[in-house]
């Protein structure tokens, strides 16, 4: 959604709705917010052509899946290399998230592992990707704000 103007109140209303009931039919969130089902609708269709809607994926624990650790490996990359990086990341299974970065580190790179033996093999195979100079490995001890994006909806929506 980058570059695109911002969501207006309905919309927040509507995403906020969808929080709630990530899988409530659009006759459902028509009740909830007084609207036509059509309307309803429409506004569904614009997020999605919007890219406003994101995967599912995120609100799946990777505990879960049998992979109980996470750690954020910090990552430095050569110059003009970052696109070869991050074709590289992207084929280990257990990268579950990359952002580019300013400043002094070019990549934070999410990994979750089975156990601190497999988070070694993960740290290692970042590490070993062409264009990698070097990385730093830390555990994420504890999560104290899970992802969310709620208290911006609320305010966009004029709560």
Known sequence: MTGQEPLDALDAELLLALTDEPRAPVAALAQRLGLSRNTVQARLGKLRRRSVLRSFERRIDPAALGYPLSAVITTRVRQRRLEEVADALARIPEVVEVDGLSGDTDLLVRVVATDADDLYRIAGRVLAAPGVERTSTALVMRELV?????????RSAGD
């Open 146 to 154: 899970r992802h969310r994006l709620t208290p911006l909806l609320r």
